[in-house]
């Protein structure tokens, strides 16, 4: 700012005297407006630099669009911005060396890439914010980073989703109970229940791919809140970053963060399919169901029980998931407050987003190669289906195609499992005359429909868990998969 335009206040004195050229001289002051720096605790707490950096090469990305469209309609010239396109590259590659020095005196990754450009290239360097605030300009590389974020994490679900459709065509025969109110229901395959996951993070990848759509549309332009002056050309920048669309609103494209909001969303749900799965998994890895085993290098030890080989994996995803969602609550709480247009606050949205981001992604990419790797016990799985009349509901089928209404054929083999229960023996244990009792129609035929395969095989409808049905949709998702590539 041009010290001859601010007014004259009680410290015009000290005014007359500071430099015009503040940017790339004193570093803790803002503008020839402030009098004083803020204290060391003050540019602690409002610094951003610590994490914000790691949005370097979007905001790198950012400025060259942003450079390249300014010379294109003639704000600055070709020498400038070819000034800039060097200074930028030589930027990049400090900051990729590690030679770049970060300073939180220049609170945040915008404004220390900035001051460092000016340094090398001079004036040029301080014409490359015409046009243009730090509040347009974090909101692009949030999308820019996120944008990229998005799609590394479809990769990972896809990863998982054809882990568990190769599990499942491998197990679509074995045989487990299923279970509803965690109480034996009826037998359904591995298979099957492992496509129920699959199915899940297929939703995943659907909402993460529709909440792209809102992700990848250019804030840039907006520049503070109102839009600016000079005569740019927004679909240039949006093409040059690869953005669908330009933010249709300048005060909601510096403000709004819901776009951040639906990712952390749609990440909370990701972890929580994945901690209902860990769930699974903790349980049918304890000795006393002993379904499965992980691979070892999955689990740890104990430091006092020898014996002992825990499931860390997923009791520690099932724990992350809490943060995953502490960070959805966090940017809706931290978005709800806030007036238009842009706020300081806007600059809390940062550490959770790339939280979710990290967590979900890493969780992902361990849980594919976990589930690559379980080991079924089909026999354990087997005589526990055998256990709490699973295939009670088949023999109520079986009496309702042989004419009996189906509220009768309910009553009919809760009276047949109260008999087993005192007798300590299973439906299928029953002998003929024994199961006539109940009702005069029930004939040979009925020991097929009894067994744990009769069972699952007579469910081939679509969405069914016979071994048919599950190869078959299996087979559907890994080619969807290897086709998506
Ligand atoms: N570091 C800030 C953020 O993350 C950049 C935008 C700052 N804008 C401002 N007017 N203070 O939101």
């Known amino acids: ?93 400090e900051i990729e060396s590690g030679q770049f020095v970060w300073s939180i005196d220049l609170e945040d990754v915008h404004l220390n890439i900035e001051k460092r450009l000016v340094e090398i290239i001079g004036d040029a360097g301080k014409r490359l914010h015409t046009g243009r605030s730090r509040n347009d300009q974090v909101a692009t590389d949030i999308r820019l980073w996120l944008r990229s974020e998005i799609d590394l994490i ?45 199915e899940m993070f297929r939703r995943d990848v659907q909402r993460m791919r529709d909440c792209r759509n809102r992700v990848n549309v250019l804030p840039l332009g907006a520049a503070a809140l109102a839009g600016t002056s000079f005569p740019i050309d927004r679909h240039f920048v949006a093409k040059e970053l690869g953005f669908d669309d330009v933010c249709r609103n300048s005060l909601d494209a510096v403000s709004d963060r819901d776009f951040a909001i639906e990712f952390c969303a749609a990440g909370a749900l990701v972890m929580t399919h994945i901690s209902r799965l860990s769930e699974e998994l903790v349980i049918w890895m304890s000795p006393r169901v002993g379904f499965i085993d992980l691979a070892d290098r999955f689990c740890t030890g104990s430091s006092i029980m020898p014996q002992k080989k825990n499931p860390d994996v997923p009791e520690l995803a099932r724990g992350k998931t809490g943060r995953v969602n502490g960070n959805l609550i966090a940017l809706l709480t931290l978005m709800k407050g806030q007036p238009l247009a842009y706020n300081k606050d806007n600059q809390e949205d940062k550490e959770g987003l790339f939280d979710t981001a990290d967590t979900v992604r890493d969780t992902l990419t361990i849980f594919a190669d976990m589930m690559g790797g379980v080991r079924v016990k089909p026999d354990a799985m087997r005589s526990a289906a055998k256990q709490g009349f699973a295939t009670a509901t088949d023999l109520a089928d079986y009496l309702v195609k042989k004419g009996l209404p189906f509220r009768d054929a309910h009553e009919v083999v809760a009276l047949a499992v109260k008999t087993c229960e005192i007798q300590g023996c299973d439906l299928s244990d029953l002998s003929l005359e024994a199961l006539k009792a109940y009702s005069p129609s029930i004939e040979t035929d009925v020991f097929e429909v009894l067994t744990l395969e009769g069972s699952v095989n007579a469910r081939s409808h679509v969405g069914g868990t016979a071994p048919v049905r599950v190869r078959e949709a299996a087979q559907a998702l890994l080619n969807e998969i290897e086709n998506s590539h």
């Open 154 to 198: 479809n990769v990972e679900l896809h990863a998982l989703i054809h882990a568990l459709a190769k599990l499942a065509l491998e197990q679509a025969d074995t045989i487990m109970p299923g279970f509803t109110h965690l109480q034996v229901a009826q037998p359904v395959t591995f298979g099957h229940h492992m496509l129920a996951y699959a």
């Open 1 to 93: 700012m041009n010290s001859k335009q601010t007014p004259h206040t009680d410290a015009s004195n000290q005014l007359a005297t500071t430099p015009i050229n503040q940017f790339d001289k004193k570093a803790h002051a803002w503008s020839a407006r402030f009098n004083e720096p803020v204290s060391e605790l003050v540019k602690r707490y409002t610094a951003s630099v610590d994490f914000d950096k790691r949005l370097a090469d979007q905001d790198i990305a950012g400025s060259l669009a942003h450079a390249k469209m300014l010379s294109h309609v003639g704000v600055i010239t070709p020498e400038d911005l070819s000034d800039i396109q060097k200074g930028l590259s030589q930027v990049q590659a």
